[in-house]
């Protein structure tokens, strides 16, 4: 079965890098977009960025671009997301979801999600 | 961009009938089809409930049911069980970007 399994939680000082990664099984790997979604405490849903895997060109929701990087590596069919310049307002659980096929001009297929990623950015 | 709105709480009785709203404007939920509606219960992953504004994947309950008019969509959701309770978000396709963006969620309470 299709399944997006993430890393372990991590706990990083204001300032620091955190690289969270995402590996994909049950399907091919290269066919489907992944998105990468935010969930602070008591917040909502947040998008990020979508990567196609196929090519690795990426999107970036406008609030994160240059502080994101979205990455894969098709040997291991694992995506990663990693956010520069942490700050508190970092801490958050992040989720990489299954996106469309890479090859769909509209990106808005959300399923399945991974398990999430606890990230906290302490000062 | 700001998110989709939607109301910060509903409530309904355990049988009842209860709908959500979420309002884009014309670059988003009114300009696409590509609305979808997501239910997340507290420490569990987000769940697909609705795709392409009205309809469900296979395994999700008929009580679920998606619309849309103009820049505003809706989730209905009938036959109210207590199990529903939890919070819900629609996203849609934004040509700004052109990404996705969220609703900032509603807490379905079942009195």
């Known amino acids: 079965q299709v399944q997006l399994v993430q890393s372990g939680a991590e706990v990083k000082r204001s300032g620091a890098a955190v690289k969270v990664s995402c590996r994909a099984s049950?399907?091919?790997?290269?066919?489907?977009?992944i998105h990468w979604v935010k969930q602070a405490p008591g917040q909502g849903l947040e998008w990020l960025g979508i990567?196609?895997?196929?090519?690795?060109?990426?999107t970036y929701a406008q609030k994160f671009q240059g502080r994101v990087t979205m990455t894969r590596d098709t040997s291991t069919t694992t995506v990663y997301i990693e956010l520069n310049s942490l700050t508190s307002e970092d801490t958050a659980v992040y989720y990489c979801v299954r996106g469309p096929d890479s090859g769909a001009s509209f990106l808005n297929w959300l399923d399945p999600w991974g398990q999430g990623t606890l990230v906290t950015v302490s000062s | 961009q700001s998110a989709l709105t939607q109301p910060a709480s509903v409530s309904g009785s355990p049988g009842q009938s209860i709908t959500i709203s979420c309002t884009g404007t014309?670059?988003?939920?009114?300009?696409?089809?590509?609305v979808s509606w997501f239910q997340h219960h507290p420490g569990k992953v987000p769940k697909l409930l609705i795709f392409d504004v009205s309809e469900r994947p296979s395994g999700v309950s008929n009580r679920f049911s998606g619309s849309k008019s103009g820049n505003t969509a809706s989730l209905t959701i009938s036959g109210l069980q207590a199990e529903d309770e939890a919070d819900y978000y629609c996203s849609s396709h934004t040509r700004t970007n052109w990404g996705v963006i969220f609703g900032g969620g509603t807490k379905l309470t079942v009195l």
């Open positions: 049950g399907y091919t790997f290269t066919r489907y977009y």
């Open positions: 014309s670059s988003d939920v009114g300009a696409y089809n590509y």
């Open positions: 990567i196609n895997p196929r090519g690795g060109s990426t």
